[in-house]
């Protein structure tokens, strides 16, 4: 009986893992797709990693790269930007917070855009949900955080809350090319370069709700053949 105990409780996290791991996306997504004004310095600036908290509220993290020479940062008008999928009374953005490398930066001062509406991306498209700063490089940041809540509906998996625009993109950031040699990253070094980069549709892999039904299924049919075993 000790033994059933222990395996049935086994059995009871890993369907509670499997619920769980429906939730978080499986892998961050690249902002891989950079406009005329950055897309020679290559095509890997940044992530974006998206959590579904509960079905109507989800955490979003653009994280700049910072591994390389040059290095990118995020800042200025449409600091970075999502395409929420969200209907009728439509959907905020709140709890924004950033985290800075190097030296000599300003504090970031954050303000969101015309939610729910449209924001105009350069080169990319338009977009409902987008995060400045007020003043360009000095305030550049190398992580942003922040909670959209869905005012109108739900969402059943972190692959639904956000949708492609019409250019095919569905997150997008304002990239800061800068100088990350010897000495690091430095305010006073200014930008190389600036411009936009995309996150095209479709990176928000997520185990469907038909696979966690299935699951969940086989965790509790093998509890029962494991029952009638025991028993036997």
């Known amino acids: 009986m000790k033994l059933l105990k222990y395996i049935t409780l086994g059995v009871a996290l890993c369907a509670a893992f499997t619920l769980q791991s429906a939730k978080a996306v499986t892998f961050p997504s690249t902002l891989n797709v950079g406009n005329e004004a950055i897309d020679q310095f290559g095509s890997d600036f940044g992530t974006v990693d998206l959590v579904l908290n509960t079905p109507t509220t989800a955490t979003v993290t653009?994280?700049?790269?910072?591994?390389?020479?040059?290095?990118?940062?995020?800042?200025?008008?449409?600091?970075?930007?999502?395409?929420?999928?969200?209907?009728?009374?439509?959907?905020?953005?709140?709890?924004?917070?950033?985290?800075?490398?190097?030296?000599?930066?300003?504090?970031?001062?954050?303000?969101?855009?015309?939610?729910?509406?449209?924001?105009?991306?350069?080169?990319?498209?338009?977009?409902?949900?987008?995060?400045?700063?007020?003043?360009?490089?000095?305030?550049?940041?190398?992580?942003?955080?922040?909670?959209?809540t869905n005012l109108g509906g739900t969402w059943a998996s972190a692959g639904d809350v956000l949708v492609a625009n019409s250019n095919g993109f569905d997150a997008a950031a304002h990239i800061f090319v800068t100088s990350n040699g010897e000495g690091g990253i430095n305010q006073a070094n200014g930008a190389i370069a600036t411009g936009f980069a995309g996150e095209a549709e479709g990176p928000f892999h997520v185990p469907d709700s038909g696979m966690t039904a299935m699951l969940l299924g086989s965790s509790l049919v093998g509890l029962g053949a494991l029952r009638r075993f025991i028993k036997r």
């Open 62 to 148: 653009f994280t700049s790269n910072i591994s390389g020479d040059p290095a990118f940062l995020f800042g200025d008008g449409s600091t970075v930007a999502v395409n929420v999928n969200v209907t009728g009374t439509g959907f905020t953005i709140t709890d924004i917070s950033g985290t800075q490398v190097g030296t000599g930066f300003d504090t970031p001062i954050f303000s969101v855009a015309n939610p729910p509406g449209t924001s105009n991306v350069d080169g990319l498209g338009s977009f409902n949900g987008v995060i400045d700063t007020h003043d360009g490089f000095k305030e550049a940041t190398h992580i942003v955080s922040f909670t959209l």
